[in-house]
């Protein structure tokens, strides 16, 4: 019965769809895709039963290991199903309005359809508007506009104050309609009184700027169209913000040209930043990651995981702090907090609608008519795409360990790479499949340490 029991531990165990192993500094893990946990396992008493040494092994059990042992053993056996949590819908309503295509800088990786000239107009938008908030979805608590995300907000300031006028400033209007919040970012080279004037308003605070770290780097992906780099104006800006009270977090494009994340982060952290993203840059632009570039990425990565066990030990939890939006700690963050995360993003839980009133499921698909949903004039047409989008949904995605912690690619970079949103982007995959073993890694550290997660998600 014992060593029965035993064989059915090792070859659950082996189930490389289900678990992954981690060397700990003390102890053998696996980390359970099944249950979402991980469990502990003497790393001498599992290589004697892969010989098959059952009895001696039995012999020298001592009584705490021989309790892990049939603990798991008891466990694997009661989560035999992979338990799928059901997204719960969101009682807020998110919507992105482009305002234009307009911007001043000509960036290296910029997605924006630049062909497109039409700009937006305020009949245009409050019609958008009010579709979100009649048809879409009646009677959410809050509706989340975000605007500009294809253009520069300071350039659309206008169209913007227009907006909050109407819908967001009149006490009157309050009333009568629903809570409304507008957001959007910026990417600090035009920043005026003015402006600042209708952030605060907005209550937009913090605020996300476009800066891609280094001087050196940042005026490589981000010039002017008369090929100037914009480092120096944001900068500037970036002092203002913050004397006039706007706190500010960091949003990066990590490209091929400088895969060097923690010198990034020092000097995102020297700027007095609150928060940072760092984005790997899409696929299809000459600064992209492939197969022949993304081993100097991971390494990076790792550079950043070492710095982080160094300074925890020491009590120091600003890396922590800084990167709490950031993709290198999403899969730690998603395990500590007992989450499953089972799709990417929110594909097709917000609407996208472009100047034309047409609407898309993501930003990255506007102007694309395969995915264009419909209009804000005759409403959406779902038999349009077939949204299996759950990280289950995708073939290869769904038979690994780490698709709870990862929940899948993203659906442009796969459609962009493989021509189908629903497959999986291989360098995304390699990614995140690597941040995904050195959030576990870092939370065997954790565990092992004796450092508290209590104390530290208090800390965030």
Known sequence: MIVDELKTVLSVLDDENRFFR???????????SFTHSLYTADSYVIKELKRGSH?????????????????????????????????????????????????NLNCLYCYRNRKDSEINTYKTIKSSMDYVIEHYKPGASEYVFSFSMTSESSVDLGLLKQILNEYCDSPLIRKEKPFITMWFMTNGTCVKKEF????????????????????????YNRKYRNGKGSYSEVINNIKEFQRNGINLKASVVLTSRFPKPLEIINHILSLGFVSMSMTPVRPGTECS????????????????????????????????????????????????????????????????????????????????????LGNIKNGID????????????????????????CGGTCF???????GN????????????????IRCLQLVVFFKEHNISFESFLFEQ
């Not at 442009?412 to 493989?418: A, D, M």
């Not at 949103?421 to 995904?436: F, S, V």
Request: a positive charge; proline letters at 2%; one cysteine or more.
């Open 55 to 103: 009895g001696g092994v039995l012999l020298n059990l001592s009584i705490d290991e021989s309790f892990k042992l049939f603990s798991l053993s008891r466990t694997l056996q009661n989560s035999k199903k992979d338990i799928i949590p059901e997204l719960k819908s969101d009682k807020k309503c998110f919507a992105m309005i482009n305002t234009s295509n307009r911007c």
């Open 412 to 418: 442009y970079s796969s459609y962009k790479t493989c």
């Open 382 to 405: 779902y038999r349009k795409i077939d949204f299996d989008i759950y990280v289950t949904h995708k073939e290869k995605c769904s038979l690994c360990w780490a698709r709870y912690l």
């Open 22 to 32: 981690i060397e700990g500094e003390k102890t053998l893990w696996f980390y359970d």
């Open 196 to 219: 600042i004037d209708f952030v605060k308003k907005c209550k937009i605070n913090p605020l996300w700027v476009s800066i891609d770290g280094p001087q050196k780097i940042h005026d």
């Open 421 to 436: 949103y629903k497959a999986t982007d291989p360098i995304e995959c390699k990614i995140k499949k690597h941040l995904a």
């Open 289 to 372: 990651f492939n197969d022949n570039n993304i081993v100097a990425l991971l390494e990076g990565y790792d550079e950043v995981f070492e710095e982080l066990k160094i300074t925890v030990l020491n009590g120091d939890y600003k890396l922590f702090k800084i990167l709490r939006e950031d993709m290198i700690l999403s899969s730690f963050y998603t395990f500590v907090k007992r989450i499953k995360k089972i799709k990417r993003c929110a594909f097709d839980e917000q609407l996208v609608i472009d100047s034309k009133g047409n609407i898309y499921p993501c930003l990255y698909f506007t102007g694309n008519k395969d995915f264009c």
